[in-house]
């Protein structure tokens, strides 16, 4: 018996406070507002130095790309676009196509950008799902992004 995990109820109170983003949610303009690395979810091994090193130098170089974006701004037609200063209105320096998925809002990109909003009225958090390529870090990845209006 001992080995049979405990399961705990969960209070009305706190079972309506949980939140689920909806699309209308993610519309708007994010200035960026926060960067660090963690391990993946994924991994099953405890990560070494040099994996943390390479993640931290990886997040270094991708928080300094966002940065030279004033914003990124998500449209409720489906679009999204990073904009930089003094951009004309609706031109595209780096935007594209958005989809909405179990409460996320996911940027068609070939790194799976998934963004979260945990709390009403709350940030975002933007992590990555997909790898391009052996040598990336992006899924070590978390950004946080807050509401400009």
């Not at 399961?7 to 949980?18: M, R």
């Not at 690395?37 to 994996?51: I, V």
């Not at 996911?106 to 040598?135: F, H, N, S, V």
Request: net charge negative.
């Amino acid at each position: 018996m001992a080995d049979i995990p405990v399961v705990a109820s969960v209070s009305p109170a706190k079972a309506e406070a949980e939140y689920f983003p909806t699309q209308k949610d993610f519309v708007g303009k994010w200035k960026l507002s926060g960067a660090t690395s963690r391990p993946p979810r994924d991994m099953k091994t405890a990560p070494t130095s040099q994996q943390e090193a390479d993640a931290t130098l990886f997040q270094e170089t991708v928080t300094t790309f966002y940065s030279a974006f004033d914003y990124l701004e998500i449209t409720a037609d489906g679009r999204y676009n990073f904009h930089q200063a003094g951009d004309p209105a609706g031109s595209c320096v780096w935007c594209g196509t958005w989809s909405f998925n179990k409460s996320s809002l996911w940027l068609k990109l070939d790194t799976a950008p998934r963004l979260d909003i945990y709390a009403k009225d709350g940030d975002i958090q933007m992590t990555y799902t997909a790898e391009p390529d052996k040598k990336s870090k992006y899924t070590w990845l978390v950004f946080g992004w807050t509401r400009m209006e």
